[in-house]
C-alpha cells in the first residue's frame, strides 16, 4: 500500500508538467516535503484525509504487510476504533476497502477533510515550515472531486482566510486505483532523498 513518501514522489513526478526544467531541482526533504533551493520553491505534500480516514489507511497498511485474513482484519479494525468502526472492511483484488460511511458519493464531505488538512498545513506553515519565495501546497483528494467541490473549496479558502500557500495543487484523480497511476515504479524511483537523477 502507498506510504508517505509514495505520496510525495508521486506528487514530485507530477510536478514536472508544472516547472518543466526547473523541476531538476527538487530534492525530497522534510518541512516542506520537496524543496527548491536554486528556484526558492518549497512544496507540502499532504493528503485531504480526516483523522478517521487516516486511521483507516494505517489499518489497512498494516493488514496488506502482515498478510493478515479477512477475519482478523476486522478484529485489528474492531481493536483499533475501540468497537466504535462504522463502516465495512472486505477484500477487493487484493487491496483492503475500509468504507467508514459505505456511500460512494463523498464529495462535499470530502471538501471539508480537504479545508481540515489546509488549516493544519496552514498554520505549521507560518510556525514551522522553512519559509520560501514560493510556498505550495499539494493536496492529494482521496475521492473522486468534480469542478463543484474544487469551486466550494476555492470558496471556504477566501472566506476563511485561507490563502497563506502561494499556489495549491489539488489532484482531484477521477480513479484512485494505484495500479492505474501514470507513472511508472521506474519513474517512481527516480526521485530520492538527495534529489532527482539526471
Same mark, same amino acid.
Request: charged share 40%.
Given at each position: 500500500m502507498p506510504n508517505k513518501r509514495f505520496y510525495e514522489k508521486y506528487a514530485n513526478a507530477s510536478l514536472?508538467?508544472?516547472y518543466g526544467e526547473n523541476h531538476k531541482n527538487f530534492v525530497l526533504s522534510e518541512s516542506p516535503d520537496l524543496q527548491n533551493e536554486k528556484d526558492n520553491i518549497?512544496?507540502?505534500v499532504t493528503r485531504g484525509?480526516?483523522?478517521y480516514e487516516g486511521r483507516l489507511s #494505517?489499518?489497512?497498511n498494516e493488514c496488506l504487510e502482515q498478510n493478515l485474513p479477512l477475519d482478523k482484519r476486522v478484529t #485489528?479494525?474492531?481493536k483499533m476504533f475501540r468497537k466504535n468502526f462504522l463502516g465495512m472492511v472486505h477484500e477487493n483484488l487484493g487491496f483492503v476497502i475500509a468504507d467508514p460511511e459505505n456511500n460512494n458519493d463523498c464529495g462535499e464531505v470530502h471538501v471539508r477533510h480537504i479545508l481540515e488538512k489546509i488549516k493544519i498545513k496552514t498554520d505549521k506553515l507560518e510556525n514551522l515550515y522553512k519559509k520560501f519565495e514560493w510556498n505550495c501546497l499539494y493536496v492529494f483528494a482521496e475521492y473522486p472531486l468534480k469542478l463543484k467541490h474544487i469551486c466550494i473549496l476555492a470558496d471556504l479558502l477566501s472566506a476563511e482566510q485561507l490563502n497563506k500557500y502561494d499556489i495549491y495543487f489539488i489532484n482531484a484523480r477521477?480513479?484512485?486505483k494505484f495500479q492505474k497511476h501514470s507513472f511508472s515504479a521506474t519513474e517512481l524511483g527516480e526521485f530520492t532523498e538527495k534529489g532527482y537523477k539526471d
Open positions: 514536472k508538467f508544472f518549497g512544496v507540502e484525509i480526516s483523522e #494505517r489499518l489497512a #485489528r479494525a474492531n477521477k480513479d484512485f
